[in-house]
């Protein structure tokens, strides 16, 4: 048995089990469905993960070929932590489903708890005291902070004394307070939940220790094993070394007692011999006589042949050496000049490349200044949150924002190519934009790309020209009226998704990118706007193709639409929702290299908590070629 690669499996099943659980807390966690199953696939794969890790364990230690008692007890030690392992998994699992998320656990009923206080008692309590507990309570679950904690039980102190000074029935007076007192019992409830999983002695806490504490001994046990096969080796050869001295020996014995019977023939032999290598195979020299009949004349009539031939071979050699050692040094001189050459040459390249980083560092530098600072606060909603990775140093994904009048203007727009052919075309793009609003008075979104559209063309002259450009841009604008409450949109060659009624909707746009109408004979206005009030809407999501086109490290395929879909639909706070497409999509990706410019931006209407969503059954069915199964 491979000892060696028996120890490595262990490790790389205990590491895919570490990960399952890992998995488990980032993602399951969140995830209704495991509430309501009490199980999970990363759970299963933890599970499945541990029975092989333990199956390794036992065939390591009942190896025949293992026999240090030392590592054999070692081998026990990390089956007793795999197992301590095993139970903290399974009361973590417990503690976590028991706590519970959205209605499930005590979550559940928390929710529940504040929802009756707001539903049935505001106009007791008062709405801006209710709002305030809510406040506290959210900034915890935020944070997980607390401080937050104690300025929800001071406020829930000043309110239940509040709610004592009131002339109410004692009946109702009773009933509200104990109503308070549930909610902060929940509270306190929730944050014990809190410690005894992720506080500083929680379950999380010992279960990453222990699991690298494994780790630590399965290092040990390596180091052991390679002693272990040294100290095997070394037997083996010393075993060896003296079974080669034997020999050895019995040979030189066997040689002394037939030089003793043929001693002088031999000597003379021998001193012949010695005396041609000696004279570097020029001399040829006396090896005995040559009248003998017997094995040694046979030997010295054959060996005087020999050195003849070995003479003019040795001859020939040197003068076709001495002509080689010419031909070696004028390589070598050949070889000196191209070296000197190459170093040149690298010198040049090291050169021209750092000149090329810096031109386009600042070019990176000029573009960012290019782009608008986004916030909620600019745009007039109550939430905003924006992922922007560039493929290369400058990107051909860019975002542009204006204000004029009442209204606020947003584009996310994607260039064909990305690094510098994409970039200047962005910087075209984002012109053309400004153009439209402060030279044309244009209004609608449609009308905007329409115009950007046919000076595009114009500018890089496509109709007429034979080295016309034929490159365009994928583009997504809105417009904000925050007053009215009211967005309109309008989309060419990109889609962007909608959160409303409890589906996630992917709403297809005109075929026609930014700067390609004359491909498809199109003139005038030929975009239509999608107008929506706000409290039809939960969020908007717009994104360029990158999210989607990013291939994976591991199957070498795409992220896909759905996969990015189930994400939005899982539903939570904007800011999570976003970070949660951004950690999953760089998770897909692995090492494998990035395939796009990414830009992602989401936008919530009716405050930052967007419910969980079902897809729409149409776009699924409509999309259900381009999906990959997670």
Not at 252 to 261: A, C, D, E, K, T
Not at 448 to 458: A, C, G, K, P
Not at 588 to 605: A, P, R, V, Y
Request: proline share 2%.
């Amino acid at each position: 048995m491979d000892l060696k690669k028996e120890l490595y499996k262990l490790e790389s099943d205990l590491h895919l089990s570490v990960i399952s659980a890992n998995e488990f807390l980032l993602w399951d966690t969140k995830n209704v469905e495991f509430y309501s199953e009490g199980t999970s696939a990363h759970i299963s794969d933890f599970y499945q993960g541990i029975t092989k890790t333990k199956e390794d364990v036992k065939i390591l230690s009942q190896s025949v070929s293992l026999n240090d008692v030392k590592i054999k007890s070692n081998l026990a030690q990390v089956e007793s932590k795999i197992d301590a392992l095993h139970e903290l998994f399974d009361e973590a699992k417990g503690i976590i489903l028991e706590k519970g998320f959205y209605d499930y656990g005590l979550v559940g009923e928390f929710r529940k708890s504040a929802h009756d206080l707001e539903e049935n008692y505001t106009d007791v309590i008062g709405l801006d005291k209710l709002l305030m507990l809510r406040r506290h309570e959210k900034d915890y679950l935020l944070r997980s902070d607390v401080k937050y904690l104690n300025k929800f039980i001071d406020k829930m102190t000043s309110v239940i004394y509040d709610v004592q000074s009131l002339n109410l029935q004692n009946d109702k007076k009773e009933e509200i307070i104990s109503r308070l007192e549930k909610y902060q019992e929940l509270f306190i409830e929730y944050h014990d939940f809190d410690l005894k999983i992720a506080g500083d002695n929680g379950l999380l806490k010992k279960f990453y220790g222990n699991s690298n504490l494994i780790l630590g001994d399965l290092v040990l046990i390596d180091e052991q094993f390679d002693y272990y096969i040294e100290e095997t080796n070394r037997l083996y050869s010393i075993v060896l070394g003296i079974t080669m001295v034997l020999l050895v020996s019995l040979t030189f014995f066997f040689i002394f007692q037939l030089s003793r019977s043929l001693s002088n023939p031999i000597r003379k032999l021998n001193v012949g011999i010695s005396t041609f290598v000696e004279s570097n195979f020029e001399t040829k020299a006396y090896l005995g006589s040559r009248k003998r009949t017997d094995e040694i004349g046979s030997l010295t009539n054959n060996f005087y042949r020999l050195q003849i031939e070995i003479a003019d071979t040795f001859r020939k050699y040197r003068e076709e050496a001495e002509s080689r050692h010419g031909k070696l040094v004028r390589q070598k001189e050949r070889i000196e000049i191209q070296k000197f050459l190459l170093s040149e040459h690298r010198e040049m390249l090291a050169e021209t490349n750092n000149r090329i980083q810096e031109s386009l560092n600042y070019a990176k530098r000029i573009q960012s200044n290019l782009l608008p600072n986004l916030s909620k606060e600019s745009l007039g909603v109550p939430g905003f949150k924006m992922w922007y990775k560039p493929k290369d140093v400058v990107s051909g994904d860019f975002y542009w924002c204006h204000q004029k009048d009442n209204y606020t203007y947003l584009a996310l727009a994607d260039c064909t190519g990305h690094g510098v052919p994409g970039a200047i075309l962005s910087v075209l793009g984002i012109s053309m934009l400004d153009a439209a609003l402060n030279r044309r008075e244009l209004d609608l979104p449609s009308e905007i790309l329409s115009f950007t559209n046919e000076e595009i063309i114009r500018i890089l002259n496509k109709e007429s020209s034979e080295n016309a450009v034929y490159d365009s841009i994928d583009m997504t604008l809105l417009r904000l009226d925050s007053k009215r409450k009211e967005l309109v949109i309008c989309s060419a060659n990109t889609d962007y998704v909608i959160i409303s009624n409890g589906e996630v909707i992917r709403k297809k746009p005109s075929r026609c990118s930014v700067g390609s109408s004359h491909l498809y004979g199109y003139s005038g206005n030929y975009y239509d706007d999608d107008i929506y009030n706000f409290k039809d809407l939960d969020a908007i999501f717009l994104y360029s193709d990158g999210i989607v086109d990013q291939f994976s490290e591991r199957t070498n395929k795409k992220f896909k639409w759905k996969r990015f879909a189930e994400i939005l639909a899982a539903g939570g706070e904007l800011d999570t929702i976003v970070n949660n497409v951004k950690m999953e999509v760089i998770r897909w990706k692995g090492l494998k290299e990035q395939t796009d410019d990414i830009t992602f931006i989401g936008m919530s209407l009716n405050g930052t908590m967007i419910p969980p969503s079902k897809i729409d059954s149409k776009i699924e069915l409509k999309i259900n070629e381009d999906v990959q199964p997670i």
